[in-house]
């Protein structure tokens, strides 16, 4: 029942907007490689599509956040955007914090997440999440996300 509601509200999402209004949908990312995201996201920015959080956006995901402009993106009662340092394996496999990548991923939020990070401690090696009202104060709602759960 939770897929298919969250089924309907992708699809009135899309059939609320314009041909013209491509849209990016981030579900459930853990993340990746922070060069990889910054390449993705520089080409959404330039088409200008809207971007909908519906769902978990963690780690290297959460690059969107400083990539897309803020009228472009949209949360649902679904999003979650999850924070961490940046690390790298060591010789021997292990997760090793990456200070200078860590400073690079902070500086491409934008300011009030990084005072919501600030407040929370910074970015360490334990995961911090942003979602519910806390998160809708920074980001608009997705419009027509509220229809689609009233409906059901």
């Known amino acids: 029942m939770k897929c298919m509601t969250g089924l309907l509200a ?3 999402l899309l059939a609320g907007m314009g ?8 579900g459930e990312d853990r993340g990746g490689r922070i060069g990889t995201y910054v390449d993705k996201y520089q080409d959404v920015r330039s088409s200008g599509e809207m971007v909908i959080i519906d769902g978990l ?18 949360v649902t009662s ?6 961490h340092a940046a ?12 200070p200078e990548a860590t400073h690079m991923l902070y500086s491409m939020y934008p ?5 919501w990070i600030n407040q929370r401690g910074g970015l360490t090696s334990r995961m ?10 920074l980001y608009h709602p997705c419009y027509l996300d509220a229809r689609a759960s009233a409906q059901h």
Not at 58 to 73: D, F, N, Q, R, Y
Not at 111 to 115: E, I, L, N, S
Not at 128 to 137: A, H, N, P, W
Request: net charge positive; hydrophobic share 45%.
């Open 10 to 12: 992708a699809v009135l």
């Open 19 to 26: 041909a013209s209004q491509a849209v990016v949908r981030i």
């Open 57 to 74: 956006c963690a780690s290297a995901c959460t690059i969107v956040l400083g990539a897309i402009p803020h009228e472009k993106i949209c």
């Open 78 to 83: 679904h999003a979650a955007l999850g924070f």
């Open 87 to 98: 690390w790298d394996l060591d010789d021997a496999g292990h997760a090793i914090t990456n």
């Open 111 to 115: 300011p009030p997440v990084k005072k």
């Open 128 to 137: 911090i999440y942003l979602r519910g009202k806390e998160l809708t104060t």
